[in-house]
């Protein structure tokens, strides 16, 4: 087992053990982990969907906490499982939103299951965010910023810190996404300048004789 494993192995299976606790309110809900994927699944109930949506995001800050990150994505269609069996539509189709669309730390909601949910509104619900790409995710540091709020700037900043550092392009970028994420939620300045340069700093603006 490689050192980051044995450091996050033990964390990823303490908030897997919290998960049935965050979703004990819902009977027909279930929670399913192999290796790092997490399967939650519940009957679609327009009604719902703010209390799946607000519980996801509870499931994000105990990950949070725990300094792992969540990307994902949330889907509608047909799902069986019963212990041992599994056979499910709206896993893939979560899968395809979490591979293709989230790319950061972010849980995405599908267009499809908004228009479902949302058929006559365009404005996002205080539990969600929409980006500048068009899509909605769930808010999880908004939601958990009513409480805890300065635990959850040390935690944020301390994983930014740490992503920031890294040799990889991918994992400097989605630390980039969370220093902003938070910085526009928390009012924190984590998100480093983007360009650097002595003519960002120089005020005369040169100009072109006619």
């Known amino acids: 087992m490689r050192s980051d494993e044995q450091v996050f192995l033990p964390r990823l299976f303490r908030c897997h053990n919290s998960a049935s606790q965050i979703f004990r309110d819902d009977l027909n809900c279930s929670v399913t982990q192999f290796s790092d994927s997490i399967v939650v699944a519940t009957p679609f109930n327009r009604e719902t969907f ?5 519980h996801v995001a509870e499931y994000q800050r105990l990950l949070l906490d725990e300094g792992l990150l969540l990307q994902g ?4 269609n ?4 019963n212990g041992s069996f599994t056979f499910s539509a709206g896993v893939i189709a979560a899968y395809h939103v979490e591979s293709q669309s989230a790319r950061y730390p972010r849980v995405v909601v599908s267009p499809d299951l908004l228009q479902l949910v949302f058929p006559d509104s365009k404005t996002p619900p205080s539990y969600l965010v929409q980006e500048d790409d068009g ?5 999880y540091i908004g939601l958990s910023a009513r409480r805890k709020r ?10 930014v810190g740490r992503l920031l550092k890294n040799p990889s392009a991918s994992v400097r970028g989605k630390g980039l996404w969370l220093a902003s994420y ?8 984590l998100a480093p300048p983007r360009f650097l340069g002595s ?12």
């Open 150 to 159: 300065d635990s959850l700037k040390r935690t944020i900043t301390e994983i």
């Open 135 to 139: 899509l909605m995710f769930i808010d």
């Open 78 to 81: 047909k799902h069986f499982s």
């Open 50 to 54: 703010k209390w799946f949506a607000t």
């Open 182 to 189: 938070s910085d526009a939620v928390l009012g924190t300045s």
């Open 73 to 76: 994505g949330i889907a509608v």
């Open 199 to 210: 003519s960002i700093h120089d005020k005369t603006i040169p100009s072109r004789k006619k």
